[in-house]
């Protein structure tokens, strides 16, 4: 079973990475701007560490 994080929240997506409990993150503009966060910047960021295509 994989597990997925659904959260804009670059830190919360960070631990749980860091801890080895996700296969990969799912968000969405909305989450983004909850975050009060720029949508390209996010997503670069968390591009930044997590493994992928």
Do not use: C, H, W
Request: aromatic share 10%; hydrophobic share 40%.
């Amino acid at each position: 079973m994989k597990f997925y994080i659904d959260t804009a929240n670059v830190a919360e997506i960070r631990e749980a990475y860091d801890m080895g409990i996700i296969a990969g993150v799912t968000t969405n503009p909305s989450l983004i701007a909850k975050e009060g966060r720029d949508y390209q910047e996010t997503l670069k960021e968390i591009a930044s560490f997590m493994d992928g295509p």
